[in-house]
């Protein structure tokens, strides 16, 4: 069985809502991910292939990280003297999907594991030689070529740029990490806000916004879903670090799947509030549960629970060591 890291800290360094829904669809996966320790320079070769594991993303995750990176380059750019044309902004996206694809598709990630995320991507699909035959560079570009449209088009109606320019501070895609990070804490644990836009004025209101690659949902969960979840998070970063009153932060979804643009715009309110801050609280406490029993050397790999469905497995890096395991007991 994987060892930990050694010496693991009694306090989680850090809470996100990625990082709790991790958690409440699948134990194994938690731990590989935040808790084995594995990384591509580890001690062992198992703690090598975690790290491996670790940095593969599906197709949709990649996809809609092109997207996002294209978005904060068109903003950045707004704050310079050339802004990016909508020509040259889905020229570069295409030529970002073109070095991807080829880096992926070529599995060179295997012999350049350093070089993920700076040459190119790796692909879940590649890795386990299962893409799409419908999947293909040509129709990942168009994809993004097409969500990019709609983007621009969608910002020019709306006249964001304008009003992020007269905002008193602009936060595009901000680090994770670091003194000027977005984010706040909740009882000792550093909880991490990495918005996709933030601007506000003195003043005149506070907007959040999150981009969706996929399609808006159809059906609302009777309580906080996931996307509502992150957007109600990152609400309490301007509340509880800027000093920023809670009526006058919104925060919104965009979902540029569907032909038109869907915007959902969030508030907090006094039903809102207290639930936002009971899920955080609640959430934050069973992460140093698992913490403190990863210290306490009593979480054993095998016994954690799997995924709920077929599917979440196949969207995931780790399953040839869910396998690993499935294989031991089928031939006990």
């Known amino acids: ?108 990630f295997l012999k350049k594991p350093y070089a993920i995320d700076k040459e190119g991507a790796a692909l879940l699909e590649h890795f386990y030689g299962e893409m799409p035959a419908d999947k293909s560079p040509e129709s990942a570009s168009d994809q993004v070529a097409t969500l990019l449209e709609r983007f621009l088009s969608w910002v020019a109606e709306v006249n964001l740029i304008a009003r992020m320019k007269d905002a008193d501070r602009v936060w595009i895609e901000p680090d994770a990490w670091g003194p000027e990070a977005p984010g706040f804490w909740e009882d000792g644990v550093q909880v991490i806000t990495k918005v996709d836009l933030a601007f506000g004025r003195h003043g005149e209101g506070f907007e959040i916004y999150d981009w969706k690659s996929g399609r808006a949902p159809t059906d609302k969960p009777p309580f906080l879903g996931q996307h509502e979840l992150q957007v109600g998070i990152y609400q309490l970063w301007p509340l509880l670090s800027l000093g920023v009153e809670a009526p006058a932060i919104s925060s919104n979804l965009v979902y540029f799947g569907n ?49 709920y469905n077929v599917h979440t497995c196949r969207q995931c890096g780790f399953r040839q060591l869910c396998r690993q395991t499935l294989d031991r007991y089928a031939h006990a």
């Open 259 to 307: 032909e038109s643009p869907v915007v959902e715009t969030h508030k907090l309110d006094d039903e809102t509030l207290p639930l936002l801050r009971s899920t955080l609280r609640n959430s934050v406490r069973l992460t140093r549960q698992w913490e403190e029993c990863l210290q306490a050397g009593v979480i054993i790999r095998d016994e954690l629970s799997y995924a």
């Open 1 to 108: 069985m994987v060892q930990p890291a050694a010496n693991p800290s009694t306090t989680p360094s850090s809470w996100s809502v990625s990082r709790d829904q991790m958690l409440q669809v699948c134990e194994r996966k938690y731990f590989f991910q935040y808790l084995a320790g594995g990384r591509l320079n580890g001690e062992t070769p198992e703690l090598r292939e975690i790290g491996l594991l670790k940095k593969l993303k599906p197709y949709p995750v990649w996809l809609g990280e092109v997207f996002h990176r294209g978005i904060a380059e068109f903003f950045h750019s707004h704050g310079g003297d050339t802004p990016l044309t909508a020509d040259r902004l889905i020229s570069l996206a295409r030529q970002q999907v073109a070095s991807d694809w080829h880096f992926s598709s070529q599995r060179t």
